[in-house]
């Protein structure tokens, strides 16, 4: 058994500093959104001692309503991508979601004597425009290992609400905000042409398959032979995930902690953990990643897969550049083929499909996932949904006895 501790020492200053500051970092992006009124305040006409006392309240407020708003945002758009399996439809929900954030700071700054609409409606439209390309700048650099997604939303709308404050004190912020704007427009072209190109298609080169395969189920296998044979490819990779940056990250700053028994990895928060993180988008604990390897591979041979489909082992790759360096490697084997990207609409298929549209001109192939056969009923103890080999190693697990694969690898159940 093993567990991540922080780098400083339990009783320094500098552990207690790095506890309060991951437990709170949420918030704190948060408190830094409420105090762009200040800003406003300090540039305009006198206010009285009553104004200044609910503006100084304003941190505490955005510290406690912004961070469950980011969540809800993604929350919604999980639920409008687990239904559509297209990105654009839950980009454009998030503008109307984040234009109340937008309409509350601009209507604090009038009521403080700031004029944020001088411009009209196109001023308002840059402003909404903008704020929504920092909130996809934000959520692309989660999708790219830096951050959380809930956490990287918190600071854009924190950054978005000094945006809009600062139009308000009339500081020369136009080029930032046109900028921003730009970032958003072309967020929003690129979704819409990945969401194309998952319609119309070429019927010929290899496909890629990432996830956590924790563990592989019917349906990879189903949707394997469904992409082979609805795009006519050569081939497909599969790879899984070996620790997720997210998790890495986290056990490095003491925010989680990790126990490993039986081939299984299980993380669970610790006390540094911050409440507005969601640490865990894709499960709490995993089957070792060379397990799941051999239980890839074991699974393939079932279904009688092993000349069309490849399980790749990356490691190193993986670790350096995650599923965009993999996707690299696959580019560097068929130069000019076209690359297909199979994945479903849960959070963890969504995740992956950003990373296509992230790497270049990849054709996405969305599955919309039914909850039917999932691998979180497996974990829990699900029987008859994955391939027969799975199921006898599953069912010596659960017995408590070694398992030997086709391969020759052995599984130890110790």
């Not at 072209?189 to 298609?201: A, C």
Request: aromatic share 10%.
């Amino acid at each position: 058994m093993a567990q991540a501790r922080s780098a400083a020492p339990a009783g320094s200053f500098a552990g207690s500093f790095r506890r309060v500051l991951s437990r709170y970092r949420t918030k704190l992006y948060a408190a830094l959104g409420g105090a762009a009124l200040w800003l406003v305040a300090s540039r305009a006409a006198p206010v009285s001692d009553a104004v200044w006392v609910a503006v100084g309240v304003a941190p505490l407020a955005a510290a406690l309503v912004l961070p469950r708003y980011a969540a809800l945002i993604g929350r919604l758009e999980d639920r409008i991508n687990l239904k559509l399996a297209l990105v654009t439809p839950a980009r454009l929900v998030r503008v109307v979601l984040l234009a109340p954030l937008v309409a509350l700071v601009a209507g604090a700054a009038a009521a403080l004597g700031a004029e944020v609409w001088s411009g009209g409606w196109r001023e308002q439209a840059a402003l909404l425009a903008a704020v929504n390309g920092l909130y996809a700048l934000a959520v692309t650099l989660a999708y790219h290992g830096h951050g959380e997604r809930t956490g990287n939303g918190v600071l854009a709308m924190a950054g978005g609400a000094w945006l809009v404050a600062a139009s308000g004190a009339h500081w020369t912020m136009w080029p930032l905000t046109l900028a921003l704007a730009g970032v958003f427009v072309v967020h929003l072209g690129m979704g819409l042409l990945s969401d194309l190109r998952s319609r119309f298609y070429p019927r010929r080169g290899v496909g890629v398959f990432f996830g956590s395969f924790n563990p592989v189920h019917k349906m990879h296998l189903k949707l394997l032979g469904d992409l082979i044979e609805e795009r006519n490819l050569d081939k497909v990779y599969v790879h899984a995930t070996t620790v997720p940056k997210l998790h890495r990250d986290a056990l490095k700053a003491g925010e989680i902690e990790v126990v490993e028994r039986a081939g299984v990895r299980e993380y669970r928060k610790s006390a540094c953990a911050d409440p507005g993180k969601n640490y865990f988008p894709t499960g709490s604990w995993f089957y070792a990643y060379e397990l799941r390897l051999e239980l890839l591979r074991a699974a393939i041979r079932d279904a009688g897969l092993e000349g069309k489909v490849e399980v790749l082992n990356c490691p190193e790759v993986y670790e350096r550049d995650g599923f965009f360096g993999v996707l690299a490697h696959v580019r560097a084997r068929h130069t000019g083929q076209p690359i297909h990207g199979l994945h479903g609409s849960d959070p963890g298929g969504m995740w992956v499909r950003n990373i296509f549209d992230d790497s270049g001109w990849i054709y996405p192939f969305p599955v919309t996932r039914t909850g039917h056969v999932s691998a979180t009923a497996i974990r829990e103890g699900a029987v008859g949904l994955t391939s027969a080999t799975v199921e006898k190693f599953l069912a010596a697990k659960r017995r408590g006895e070694d398992f030997v694969f086709p391969s020759g690898y052995v599984f130890r159940n110790g």
